[in-house]
Each structure stands twice: as C-alpha cells, then as structure tokens.
C-alpha cells in the first residue's frame, strides 16, 4: 500500500494525518453547521450529511447521517462499513468525477468544533499492558508478586463509566476524594495530590453480541481505535481499590481523540501479540496477528509553556489484544453492543521514557522527571496540558490519529460550598 491521491490537495502533503488512505469518522459543527458526522481528508471535514443529502452517499433506504453520531453505521455492519469507504474513496480520488459537487462539502478543520465521534454505551478499561502491570505491581508488592497470578492467563479489565466520556479538548478539574496517608491514622477529604494521565487506545465496538463470542468474531466486531487517556487519581486509587478495584479514581473523566480510524485503514499496520509466556485457554489463543504498529507519544506543556514529550511507545507493546480483551468480556454471556467503548490499559514499553503514565515515569513520585524548560514533575500540576499522539508509518504515507488532550483546572475550593 502506497499513498492514495486525493483532489483535496493537503491530504497529499509528505506526512500528513489524513490522507486518503486513512478516512477517520467524527462530529463536527461550525458556527453555521449543526453537529454532524463527516470525515476527515488532508485539513478538511467532507460533511457525510450533506453528501447524503444531496444523493452522493446513498447506500441505505433510511438515512445514516440524520444522527450527529456514528452508531447508526456501525449498527448496520461489516458489508456497509466497507461499501462506505469505496464509496467515499471514490469521491475523494484525484480523478474523481464528483469532484466538482463534492467541493461545497469541505468545511476546513480549523474551523470546525469536533464532538464525541459516537454515543459511547459503555466503557471498560482492562489492564493488558505487561510492562504497565509489572512496573505498577513491583512498586506495589515487590518484584517477586509484580503480576498478579490471573494475568497471563485472562486481560483483567473493571466496569468503567460511559458518562464520564469526553471528546479531546474538555478540561478536566482536578477532583476531591477521600485520601489516606500511611502516616495518618485517619483517611481525610481533600483535593487530590497525585493526578495521572494514562496513555491507552480505546477500541470502539460496532457490533452487538449475544452470548460468548470467539477472537476472530470479536476482532470482526471491532469498528475501529481512538486514542485514550484515562485520567486517574493515584492517591484516590490507592485508598479505595481494595477489594473491587477502581472506583472514584477513574471517574473523573476519560479523554478519547474525535477521529475513530477504521480498523480498514489499520489493517497493513497488523502485527503479532508477543510471545505467550504460558499457553492461553482456547477461548483466548491468538488466531493472527491483531495488535497494530502505533507509534504512541505524550506531551506535557505547563500553562503558558512549551509542550514537552514525556513518553515515547507503541500500540504492538500490548500483551492482550481488544480483540482477545473483547472475547474475554463476552465469556459470561455479558452482552455487547455499538459504541461500546473498550480502554486497552495502559501502553508501557520496557525503558523508562517508554512508560505510560506518570506513575512509572517518577516511579511513584519519588524520581521526578525533567521538562526542557527544566521544570520538574512527578504527577500532573494545575494549568498542565496533557496531550496523546498517535501514528502508523506507512509506504510513503501515514496513518494519524489526531491528538487527543486535556488541561488540567485547579480544584474547587470546596465542592460542598453552597
Ligand atoms: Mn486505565
């Protein structure tokens, strides 16, 4: 596969995000346009209503795009999402004859507010990063216990909040909990003190299931990736996991980038699951390769300052595919349906600027880094923005996923004052 001409001239440009190859869907609105679904090409948004609107996009007797969200097309399937994309290929190519009617329906980008890519019905965030799981559970327990005795034989993962969602560019405030030093007695309710970022993909289900469903059904399933960062309270964490896991820690928000790349544009970008260190059970085993190469990265810029990249990995560093992490969500019969919102866990490589969150980047707090400026951090200040990068380098073109990022605001005073 080599770069795909499109007569929309950017998307041609060495490098860029969106090229015709890649075709990520989201939500738009602009000062004239309410929110509506549309795709991304070079540093344009074709508006998908319009075109439907307009007859260009007829695929369906009812229509797909009367719905400022993507659950629509996902609920039709497999045969429909590939048939879109010839489609919008075809009106997108250099020498597309629909050029001339397809020109009205550009809206550039910088013009554009971008909205959550889909309704999210659920989320789940799993923990299926090896190097994550280890460098957490060594400085929890000791290197001997670092993973617990489940975890190379099923990806763990908790029942997240979908209405704590939001797309790329919402602020997050800082939150309160209920924190407990080990040098008190008494836990006590303040703002928290050790707020992370935790740099995941987030895969995006686009069909429903009914009952246990095999890995090669699952990966089937799958619609396609957005990149996650799922905000965490470590101090919160830290107090409340034991015995039901996370709770309050994770449901301040979770970021997810407005672009959702199609598992269509990943696909020469597959590679293998690593080596299994003990053999899964059948359910789980590995059917072909259904990790990705993406390039992963995180910034960090102080208020007013300069971005500094904090962390450098990759998506294939992942122990659990979500496909394996999908077909492991189904064995109770738990049903799953679209825009069902799955969180990879977090992407950690084996070197210490590979680590993805800042937890294992200052081991704890105790060995802060350092940001060109020359400030340093041990866990996210008030005025940071965090932001995630993300990119498959292919033949003469990449595949971008956008940014996907999150300023942190100051703690309330006191959020019982009323
Ligand atoms: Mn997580």
Redesign the pocket.
């Known amino acids: 596969m080599t770069l795909m001409k499109s007569w929309v001239a950017s998307a041609n440009t060495a490098g860029h995000p969106f090229p015709l190859n890649n075709l990520p869907y989201g939500v738009f609105s602009t000062e004239t346009l309410d929110p509506r679904c549309g795709v991304a090409i070079g540093d344009m948004i074709f508006d998908c209503r319009a075109a439907e609107e307009a007859g260009l996009i007829t695929l369906t007797e009812a229509a797909l795009f009367d719905v400022p969200f993507w659950n629509e097309v996902m609920e039709e399937g497999p045969e429909l999402w590939a048939a879109l994309r010839a489609r919008l290929v075809e009106i997108l190519a250099e020498d597309a004859p629909q050029r001339a009617e397809a020109q009205p329906m550009l809206v550039p980008q910088a013009d554009a507010q971008m909205h959550l890519p889909c309704l999210v019905s659920e989320f789940t ?3 299926a990063g090896r190097h994550h799981a280890t460098n957490v559970g060594t400085m929890f327990r000791g290197a001997e216990n670092a993973l617990p005795p489940n975890w190379l034989h099923i990806p763990i993962g908790y029942n997240g909040r979908a209405s704590s969602v939001v797309v790329s560019g919402t602020d997050v405030r800082r939150p309160w909990g209920q924190l407990k030093s080990p040098d008190h007695d008494r836990p006590a309710f303040l703002p928290c003190r050790r707020f992370d970022l ?1 740099l ?1 993909m987030g895969a995006i289900v686009g069909q429903p299931s009914d009952g246990p469903v095999t890995v090669d059904e699952a990966d089937a399933m799958i619609f396609g990736y957005v990149l996650l960062n ?1 905000w ?1 309270a470590r101090d919160i964490q830290a107090w409340e996991y034991q015995p039901l896991g996370p709770f309050q820690a ?1 449901a301040t928000a979770t970021s997810i980038s407005p672009w959702i790349v199609t598992t269509a544009a990943l696909e020469p970008f597959r590679v293998d699951c690593p080596e299994r260190e003990v053999e899964l059970l059948d359910h789980l085993k590995d059917t072909g390769p259904m990790l990705y190469d993406i390039d992963l990265a995180v910034t960090l810029a102080p208020e007013g300052g300069l971005p500094s990249e904090i962390a450098r990995t990759n998506y294939r560093e992942m122990y659990y595919s979500s496909a394996q992490q999908l077909a492991q969500h189904t064995t109770s019969g738990c049903p799953m349906n679209p825009g069902d919102l799955l ?1 990879s ?2 992407i950690s490589g084996a070197h210490t600027r590979q680590r993805g969150s800042l937890l294992e980047l200052s081991w704890g707090g105790k060995e802060p880094i350092t940001l060109e400026s020359g400030e340093t951090r041990a866990f996210i200040e008030d005025g940071d923005t965090i932001t995630l990068h993300g990119r498959c380098h292919g033949d003469g073109y990449a595949i971008g996923f956008g940014t996907c990022e999150g300023k942190v605001l100051p703690a309330l005073d006191d959020p019982y004052a009323r």
């Open positions: 965030d799993f923990y935790e995941e799922d965490s994770k969180g866990g977090t």
